[in-house]
């Protein structure tokens, strides 16, 4: 093998620290004891095949949904007993998300959405399109600030989405099949502009995908089937 | 840590007002919706000062309160001379100055000179109108002014001043130094009074449920934008108060369009007369503790709407979840609203109720409320229950339409409890009008065949003119029949007794009792019962009009038959003019009975100018075989008006709702279309997801309205009475909106339907 | 694909002579080429020489002797290695793939780590590609797509065949 890539020291602490997550949807369980730890600045590949639990487990992860045992830290944030407002306030600040699609308002033009997470913050409008401008700037999305997410393609409402969730220089971005929707070419695109962009600031990715060639982005990949993370270490353990 | 609530809901603001094209549609319809019940909700708290403008316009005018007996610099001598002209009520008044100082009534800034008069501008018009002929003939003066706007009771009012002349010492004139009067006149009769505070809950629900249906318009796509907002960290209080500010941006807006709506409108107001009831728009002042509370309410009611409708729903950062539609509809609480609204009736079954109380007033108001609001509440739960039981079979419109309603029954209850409510509304009130009228239509005993119209002179007459004014009368064109009468009052001496005394030739005599013989120097005294005071005596003394004068000895006891205009004389002296020489040449008073020939339509005009020559004093009426209490009349075809005009407004809420699902399942229309789906099918199929849970509203909206109406009417301890017409034309005006909606909802849904409709994105 | 350790993975579900251990390879993997008796007896004359495998007993009948060979403990660990050493991310490997899948499921071993093992190795290279490509021109960027799309035919295939385990191995072992 030729290379290794730069990879965040594994001697840091971990950001988020999950352990022994369990959630069952009615008769299905979702999440059968999954253990993950994401360090700053690492880029994680969640892959599976559909149902395996990987979304659930991107969800309980980003505060979102809430397992029903094991333990879940953010830095020092206890998130399985976090309140719907301590949860959500992390959301705001700490962390970015990208979807496959949807995740855009589609009533306000892709500067204002890019703003949104800074005028939640309670940032002044014009300093929030300030910064949502040169975020726009960064992912090569600057022409369509006026437009209405409807009215741009899918690769650049994809990028003005990342654009989003790195607004607020969250610490993770929850990327979930970021490029599902794209074709090769726009997947490829957004995949680079979104690992250039965390590379410099040093923002951990957990990244959901089916895709081989989106999971090649990162930089270690952890495997869901039935709910439970397989690993690639030896044979006889 | 999170911004504080103001700059939440001034986000929500900022929100609701950046939604492109679509959203500015869905926001100017939520405004609009909302600002037609605003109008409507201001011109009703407008009705308080509207009245009491009105009542004060009025009450300066007063003038039958005062009746000097010296003449003075500052006294004016006023004579009464109305007048109906093809069944428009003319207000007139004679006004002969007696000095200098003479009061001028409100309105005028000069009496009028001799053969001048001053008229209203409706008065105005209807003299210069062509067919006035006869008016302008009557009321020969000279029109030498307007009266001013606070002279009169409304724009529309008919109303003249003119200049009177030797009215002094005429019974029927006042003398007067001043108009208006300090104190206020009798309210309302309690009945109506009840009658109007129902009406206004009625009329004012529906706007309510209207004003709650427009907060909701586009809740589907609110909805997926708070998700968005949820994914990017508000947590449910926050999206909360997005949501209420979203509904803020339209309750203001609304608020404002209601009053520029309310402010346009009211400047037509005063073209309209309804119930010979005319208001200035300068009038039409809101109130201003009700407009506050209109202000204050209105957008509170969407944010508390909107609240409302997200308690239903979870905003979830992946989605919205609907919590409600999991398992059944439970009935027990659907119906504590009405069963609360019968038991705050139920104490007034009783009896009669204190109408007059305020406490009262509060709980009947209040039940109807509760009532009205069960069939908000009730609907849905009927809805599902029926809809459950339907089955896909039949068409395949049919099975589109049910299929579509079982999904989501409670937003088409939603839709069609506007129209239920104000049925319901309307019904009751029906209902309950009818019922009262059919009690204040009372027989007044008339004969009509002997006289139509009667025809009075206060003012006195010897009996000799009196028989050359009923000559008049008999050669007036279209009079076949006269019988005249000159009263007065014989006066007891020595006692606080009046009685009515008659003199007449012997033909007009047998018109007023049953008198079998009689030649000129007769007289007759008309039995009395027991009820009456002591009839008057042969040889009594009595003074009539100021002559003391002897009931002859000769004076037979009669008994007096009905006059034709339903009275009778009891204990009255009849006498022929020869009985009472002296008194035959007294001023008496002058009461015709005038039989028309029905074949000339102008008859009543032509004894009414007949009138004005031989007195403006004279005053002509007609005899009505029932006397009705008109109002009503007016109040059904007010109310009538009411229900359409609401149930319009609802159908404007109706359409903007179809047609945001229509846009909503863009797609799958046009999937279908392409499939191959007739387009009649999927028309019919949105007739019918309307059509059905209409039909399931407006039956109990009948049942409850009808059983609310009566309900009122037993409180009343007025027999139960149900107007079937009104009641069919009422549900089918209900009806008839569904149609007319999905009517006017076609185009958009054509235009959905079209292949090119299969594009998104 | 390696015979030598295949022979030995299937010693290792007991002693068989080199006429069985032929069937079985036949059966199992010889679709399309059947095993020469010369090559499974060289073959397993080497393993023996490396004491990976041992004579368990010897039988005189009619003919010409037969040994029956049993695999020794070195045999068992060699075997393990092996399988639990992806291969080097290549072209059209999945043969060897499909051979190893088949031994683990006939061995009892957990067939699913060796996809496993076999997808971090491939998605190592893709990384590596990956990174190349963004930080190469062109000519790298078209050269690099083209390896990264046949791994990412490998990785299907390696996610599959994950999915379809039960199913497989059921059949292997009928």
Redo the contacts between chains.
């Keep these: 093998m030729t290379g290794e890539a730069p990879r965040p020291s594994t001697g840091q602490a971990p950001l988020l620290s999950a352990r022994d997550l369990r959630k069952t949807y009615g008769p299905t369980t979702a999440l059968d004891g999954v253990s993950l730890d994401v360090r700053p600045g690492e880029i994680v590949a969640v892959m599976g095949p559909s149902g395996s639990g990987k979304s659930t487990l991107m969800h309980c992860l980003a505060g979102i949904v809430r397992p029903d045992s094991g333990e879940l830290r953010y830095r020092d944030r206890d998130l399985i007993t976090a309140s719907d407002a301590e949860r959500s306030a992390l959301r705001r600040s700490e962390f970015g998300f990208v979807f496959q699609f949807g995740q855009l308002v589609p009533e306000l033009t892709c500067l204002e959405n890019v703003a949104l997470p800074l005028r939640m913050e309670g940032v002044r409008r014009k300093e929030a399109e300030r910064r949502a401008a040169h975020w726009l700037d960064r992912l090569d999305v600057s022409d369509v600030a006026g437009q209405r997410p409807g009215q741009v393609s899918g690769g650049q409402g994809q990028r003005v989405a990342v654009a989003r969730a790195l607004v607020t220089d969250p610490a993770v971005v929850f990327a979930d099949e970021p490029t599902g929707a794209l074709d090769s070419l726009n997947g490829e695109l957004v995949m680079r502009l979104l690992t250039e962009c965390v590379e410099q600031s040093e923002t951990a990715v957990v990244l959901v995908t089916h895709e081989p060639s989106v999971a090649a982005y990162s930089h270690r990949e952890v495997v869901v089937r039935d709910g439970r993370i397989r690993t690639s270490a030896g044979l006889s353990r | 840590?999170?911004?504080g609530r103001p700059?939440q809901l001034a986000?929500g603001v900022w929100?609701a007002f950046?939604?492109?094209v679509?959203?500015w549609t869905r926001l100017a319809l939520t405004a609009t919706a909302v600002g037609l019940g605003v109008a409507f909700l201001l011109l009703a708290a407008s009705v308080p000062n509207l009245l009491s403008a009105r009542d004060a316009r009025e009450s300066a005018r007063v003038d039958y309160l005062q009746d000097l007996d010296r003449r003075g610099d500052d006294t004016l001598l006023l004579g009464r001379v109305d007048t109906e002209f093809h069944g428009v009520a003319i207000r007139g008044r004679l006004l002969q100055p007696e000095g200098p100082a003479a009061p001028v009534p409100p309105g005028l800034t000069a009496l009028p000179g001799p053969g001048e008069m001053m008229v209203s501008p409706a008065l105005a018009e209807l003299l210069s109108a062509p067919g006035s002929e006869l008016l302008r003939a009557r009321l020969d003066y000279r029109v030498a002014g307007r009266i001013g706007d606070e002279g009169l009771s409304g724009p529309g009012e008919f109303a003249f001043y003119a200049a009177g002349d030797r009215l002094a010492g005429k019974s029927g004139v006042q003398r007067l130094n001043a108009f208006g009067e300090t104190g206020q006149g009798d309210g309302l009769n309690p009945r109506l009074m009840l009658l109007v505070v129902v009406a206004f809950v009625v009329l004012l629900a529906p706007v309510v449920i209207f004003l709650a249906a427009a907060v909701r318009f586009g809740g589907e796509?609110r909805d997926?934008?708070l998700a968005?907002?949820?994914?990017?960290?508000?947590?449910?209080?926050?999206t909360r108060w997005y949501a209420a500010g979203e509904a803020l941006a339209g309750g203001l807006l609304g608020l404002a369009i209601g009053t520029v709506l309310f402010l346009a409108g009211r400047r037509l107001i005063g073209r309209f007369t309804l119930w010979h009831i005319s208001v200035f728009p300068a009038d039409a002042r809101p109130s201003l503790p009700l407009t506050v509370t209109i202000a204050v309410a209105v957008p509170a009611l969407a944010v508390v709407v909107s609240l409302g409708v997200l308690r239903k729903v979870a905003v979830?950062?992946?989605g919205v979840v609907r919590r409600a539609g999991q398992g059944r509809r439970r009935l027990w609480w659907r119906l504590l609203l009405p069963i609360a609204g019968l038991a705050l009736l139920a104490p007034l079954f009783g009896g009669r109720a204190d109408t007059h109380g305020q406490l009262t007033q509060v709980q009947v108001g209040g039940g109807v409320v509760l009532l009205l609001a069960g069939v908000v509440t009730l609907l849905p739960w009927l809805v599902e229950a029926v809809v459950r039981r339907l089955g896909g079979g039949g068409g395949l419109s049919w099975q589109l339409a049910v299929r579509r309603i079982q999904m989501d029954s409670a937003s088409s209850a939603r839709l069609v409890s506007g129209v239920a409510v104000a049925v319901a509304g309307a019904i009751a009130l029906q209902t309950l009008v009818a019922g009262v009228r059919s009690v204040s239509v009372q027989d007044t005993g008339a004969d009509l065949s002997r006289a139509q119209v009667m025809a009075s002179l206060d003012e006195g007459v010897t009996f000799t003119e009196a028989k050359e004014i009923t000559a008049r009368f008999a050669a007036t064109p279209g009079v076949r029949s006269v019988t005249g009468n000159a009263t007065s009052i014989a006066l007891v001496a020595d006692a606080d007794q009046g009685m009515p005394f008659i003199m007449g030739t012997c033909a007009d005599l047998r018109e007023i009792a049953e008198i079998a013989r009689c030649r000129p120097g007769d007289a007759f005294i008309t039995i009395t019962t027991e009820d009456d005071p002591e009839p008057p005596r042969p040889g009594q003394r009595v003074v009539v009009e100021g002559t003391t004068w002897t009931i002859p000895a000769t004076a037979t006891p009669v008994k007096g038959e009905r006059s034709p205009d339903g009275g009778a004389w009891r204990g009255a002296i009849l006498v022929t003019p020869e009985a009472a020489a002296d008194l035959a040449a007294k001023p008496l008073r002058l009461l015709l009975y005038l039989g028309l020939d029905p074949s000339e339509p102008d008859a009543v005009e032509l004894v009414r100018n007949t009138a004005a020559e031989v007195s403006p004093l004279m005053r002509v009426y007609g005899i009505q075989e029932v006397q009705v209490d008109d109002r009503f009349a007016g109040i059904l075809r007010g109310i009538l008006v009411g229900t359409v005009a609401i149930l319009l407004l609802i159908g404007t809420s109706m359409l903007a709702t179809t047609l945001d699902q229509l846009r909503e399942r863009r797609a799958l229309l046009a999937t279908l279309t392409a499939f191959g789906v007739r387009r009649a099918v999927l028309t019919r199929a949105t007739l019918w997801q309307m059509a059905v849970p209409v039909a399931l509203g407006l039956v109990p909206a009948a049942l409850i309205g009808t059983g609310l109406g009566l309900a009122l009417l037993v409180m009343l301890g007025l027999p139960p009475h149900v107007g079937v017409a009104n009641l069919l034309l009422t549900v089918s005006a209900g009806a008839g909106l569904v149609t007319l909606v999905t009517l006017a909802s076609l185009p958009v849904q054509l235009r959905l339907m079209r292949p090119e409709g299969l594009r998104t994105? | 694909m390696s015979v030598s350790h295949t022979l030995l993975a299937l010693l290792e579900r007991g002693p068989r002579h080199g006429y069985d251990l032929k069937q079985e390879f036949d059966a199992q993997f010889g679709q399309d080429r059947p095993l020469h008796y010369g090559q499974v007896y060289a073959t397993l004359a080497r393993l023996l020489k490396n004491g990976l495998v041992e004579v368990d007993a010897v039988e005189h009948g009619g003919g010409p002797e037969r040994k029956r060979y049993a695999i020794t403990a070195a045999g068992v660990s060699d075997v393990e290695g092996w399988l639990s050493r992806p291969e080097r991310p290549d072209l059209y490997l999945n043969s060897t793939l499909y051979t190893k899948v088949v031994l683990a499921l006939l061995t009892g071993r957990d067939a699913a780590t060796i996809l496993d093992v076999q997808r971090a190795a491939h998605l190592d290279l893709m990384r590596e590609l990956t990174r190349r490509k963004t930080r190469g021109d062109l000519a790298d960027a078209l050269i690099c797509d083209h390896a990264i799309f046949h791994l990412e035919a490998d990785l299907r295939w390696l996610e599959l065949t994950g999915s379809r385990l039960d199913r497989l191995a059921d059949e292997v072992r009928r």
């Design positions: 840590m999170s911004p700059r986000f929100l950046r939604g492109g679509t959203g796509s997926r934008r968005a907002l949820r994914l990017m960290g508000a947590d449910r209080r926050m979830e950062p992946l994105e």
